[in-house]
């Protein structure tokens, strides 16, 4: 019973670095290609988003705007 409780730990913990890791490797390239973005583009991206929501939109919706919109 003391083997099973230990394994179901580490799966645990493995399965909350793998999520961990996800959204942090997101976080970067979400980053990355705003960076990379005209600044044209991304004032219209969060004026839009802005308009829309009624507040200022994070990292992840202008990245996910700007493929929706731009890179069809």
């Known amino acids: 019973m003391k083997t099973i409780k230990i394994i179901f730990?580490?799966?645990i913990w493995l399965v909350?670095?793998?999520l961990c890791l996800s959204k942090i490797s997101q976080g970067i390239h979400d980053e990355n290609l705003i960076s990379q973005m005209p600044q044209r583009t991304y004032d219209e991206i969060?004026?839009?988003l802005t308009?829309?929501?009624g507040?200022?939109?994070?990292?992840?919706?202008?990245?996910t705007y700007y493929y929706?919109?731009?890179k069809k």
Do not use: K, M, Y
């Open 68 to 70: 929706e919109r731009f």
């Open 9 to 11: 730990c580490i799966a």
């Open 46 to 48: 969060v004026d839009t």
């Open 55 to 63: 507040f200022q939109p994070t990292e992840h919706q202008i990245v």
């Open 51 to 53: 308009s829309r929501n």
């Open 16 to 18: 909350l670095g793998w």
